[in-house]
């Protein structure tokens, strides 16, 4: 199991890469072909890997039990200790990107349905795996996936948390792009004569469900002396609540914003580094060496007003919440601006009592002083799924006999799983309360233990939801 997935983390599969996905999917489908089940690739959207011998025929035949898995991964982006995609094993632990997300719990699940394979078990549900290319991104091949096959009855998506997921967040992905047109300044304006910097670009973030850890801002000499604009430039960085450091390359002042990484579902548990950034050249003291044009200067105090560092879309007017998913988020993912044009990415998640076109309506009237073109890469409604449902209620009794947690409860929550994409489906661990959320992160990983806990976990699931109970003798 650790060779496979060392294996799995190797392969470099960015969502939205056909090679790297490619490649990936071909090794899975091999591999599970290897453990004795029928693979099926289809048509390079995804794939499917089945466990359909069935020892008995009970009332129920004909039904199928799915594992939704996604083998696509985020980029690996920076500050990592560890290859990012070597699979190395330090300390009991497997490093690399995909390793808790999900390349991992989807290796743990297939090694799971090995296990009830080879038990014996009398059961009367076919067991399905499918393994999806594009979660990372927009769901463009899921959709297509889905029409070439059959869904399961029920499904459980090893992606989130234990102990079950019954509500998930409805997710917004909006692009703002704006191109402007600089003004010329006048040789005679006193801007010209007044010492100062240019803003050349601003770069940061690589999508919008990461909270971005590195954003940088080049700024170019117009007038004056560099020395003197360095001592100024790290004056003000002394005195930042942020973690900014200033470098130079020719007549270019680079300054950096240094963040935290974090899922955008928990982007409060993160540093963004694009707003830093922003909120830092907003000071007064950097306002006043800046020689910004028009359209700079405009997107950069709207965002500083309506976004700067509040996780929750208060100053516009989209705050709302319920108890079982908490408050809507909004993180800012990534923003390239330069002296023509703007391009910000936002990741938008909504609780689960709110439904997706009235939000769609707020965020269209929220971001209308931006003056931009608002571009939706993605939206997804919300999950609900009845806590009452006899699949919930076989899962939470797997997780509490397992662990021993008699008080369990099922949970909501701000991510988005595949299981969103599906009819009937929920997603059901890979981690465990109180464990660090490591996925999209430098140095993502998981313990050794932990995939071997989710092998066991899942071969109890799958017994339990497709064992046909015996007839008395």
């Known amino acids: 199991m650790l060779k496979a997935l060392q294996e799995c983390i190797k392969v470099r599969s960015l969502s939205g890469e056909e090679e790297g996905t490619r490649q990936v999917l071909q ?3 091999e591999l599970g072909q290897s453990l004795g089940f029928q693979a099926k690739n289809i048509d390079n959207l995804g794939g499917v890997i089945e466990l359909n011998d069935k020892q008995n025929n009970g009332p129920d035949s004909g039904k199928t039990i799915g594992i939704i898995v996604h083998l696509d991964v985020v980029p690996e982006g920076s ?15 497997v490093y690399g990107r995909g390793a808790i997300d999900n390349k991992g719990p989807a290796i743990s699940a297939l090694y799971a349905m090995k296990a009830v394979k080879e038990s014996g078990l009398d059961r009367q549900a076919k067991i399905q795996m499918i393994i999806g290319l594009d979660e990372e991104t927009v769901w463009d091949k899921t959709p297509k996936l889905l029409e070439k096959i059959t869904e399961p009855d029920f499904s459980f998506v090893p992606d989130s948390v234990f102990p079950i997921v019954i509500a998930e967040k409805g997710l917004v992905w909006l692009e703002l792009k704006k191109n402007f047109q600089p003004k010329p300044t006048p040789e005679n304006s006193p801007q010209n004569a007044e010492p100062g910097l240019e803003l050349k670009k601003i770069a940061g973030g690589d999508s919008p469900n990461i909270v971005p850890a590195y954003c940088e801002a ?24 942020f973690q900014m450091d200033l470098t130079e390359k020719g007549q270019d002042l680079t300054i950096i914003s240094h963040g935290k990484s974090a899922h955008a579902f928990a982007c409060c548990e993160g540093r963004n580094a694009i707003s830093q950034m922003v909120l830092f050249l907003t000071q007064a003291e950097m306002r006043n060496m800046l020689h910004l044009n028009e359209g700079q200067q405009q997107f950069l105090n709207l965002f500083a007003e309506n976004i700067g560092l509040d996780h929750y879309g208060k100053t516009l007017g989209l705050a709302c919440e319920d108890t079982l998913t908490g408050r809507l988020t909004i993180n800012p993912g990534y923003l390239k601006l330069d002296q023509q044009s703007f391009t910000l990415g936002l990741d938008i998640r909504f609780p689960a009592g709110e439904q997706l076109d009235s939000i769609r309506e707020k965020i269209n009237s929220a971001f209308q002083c931006f003056q931009a073109e608002q571009i939706i890469l993605d939206s997804l409604e919300s999950l609900n799924f009845p806590e009452d449902n006899e699949h919930i209620q076989k899962l939470l009794k797997v997780y509490r006999d397992y662990t021993g947690d008699r008080k369990a409860k099922p949970l909501g929550m701000g ?3 595949f299981a969103k994409a599906f009819k009937r489906a929920v997603a059901f661990g890979p981690t465990f309360p109180g464990k660090p959320k490591v996925e999209h992160q430098p140095d993502e990983y998981i313990e050794i233990e932990h995939l ?7 071969a109890l699931a799958l017994k339990e939801l497709a064992q046909v109970p015996r007839s008395p003798a």
């Open 27 to 29: 090794y899975f489908l």
């Open 79 to 93: 500050g990592w200790k560890h290859e990012p995609f070597a699979g190395q094993i330090e300390d009991g632990k």
């Open 218 to 241: 080049t700024l170019v000499i117009k007038k004056g002396q560099k020395a003197d604009w360095q001592q100024k430039i790290k004056e003000l960085i002394a005195k930042s609540q």
């Open 415 to 417: 991510g988005t799983t």
């Open 452 to 458: 071997m806990q989710c092998a066991e976990i899942y």
